[in-house]
T-cell receptor, first 113, second 113 residues
């Protein structure tokens, strides 16, 4: 069965410093993985997705994530944080075959000026 | 491109009243999802439609909840009677086909007093 674990409930970084949001998954085969972002009182926006093509996936707003099968990880990174990046980030794995998404608990990213 | 449209964006009602939430998926998308988001339980899938047919309603909490999709461009989620524990943000999402990336609407924030 698939599952997804976001290792940090909160991450705090200073503006201009790198961002790392960690996600581990479990799956019996090559999964489809996503990162979604939710700004305060807003909907969920797709940041990027991995679907078994390139292991390094580039998304919007300068974010990228690397799929590492050996580590069962799909961490989200950004070289330089901006104040507008403050939001909650969700790592998501899709069950094979179909429509069901398994959501991580979310990581709140806090940006310090 | 209009994106997924939800209405109303905010709803405040009293316990026992009927609540109807509306969703217009992205044109051409064949699959539609209703989710509920709460602090305690995170994001939960309520019901999934494919080609206007309900495929999986196992997430619908109880008989007070019902959902319809009379055509490819409109869906409703109804709660009757509403209870305070129904207070949450309700999201609608759509995909071009089953198994593809889900695109979310801005959500309806429901408060039942």
């Amino acid at each position: 069965a698939q599952s997804v674990t976001q290792l940090d409930s909160h991450v705090s970084v200073s503006e201009g410093t790198p961002v790392l949001l960690r996600c581990n998954y479990s799956s019996s085969y090559s999964p489809s993985l996503f990162w979604y972002v939710q700004h305060p009182n807003k909907g969920l926006q797709l940041l990027l997705k991995y679907t078994s093509a390139a292991t390094l996936v580039k998304g919007i707003n300068g974010f990228e994530a690397e799929f590492k099968k050996s580590e069962t990880s799909f961490h989200l990174t950004k070289p330089s944080a901006h104040m507008s990046d403050a939001a909650e980030y969700f790592c998501v794995v899709r069950r094979d075959s179909n429509y069901q998404l398994i959501w991580g608990a979310g990581t709140k990213l806090i940006i310090k000026p | 491109d209009a994106g997924v449209i939800q209405s109303p964006r905010h709803e405040v009602t009293e316990m026992g009243q009927e609540v109807t939430l509306r969703c217009k998926p992205i044109s051409g998308h064949n699959s539609l999802f209703w989710y509920r988001q709460t602090m305690m339980r995170g994001l939960e899938l309520l019901i999934y439609f494919n080609n206007n047919v309900p495929i999986d309603d196992s997430g619908m909490p109880e008989d007070r909840f019902s959902a319809k999709m009379p055509n490819a461009s409109f869906s409703t989620l109804k709660i009757q009677p509403s209870e305070p524990r129904d207070s949450a943000v309700y999201f609608c999402a759509s995909t071009p086909q089953e198994g593809e990336t889900q695109y979310f609407g801005p959500g309806t924030r429901l408060l039942v007093l």
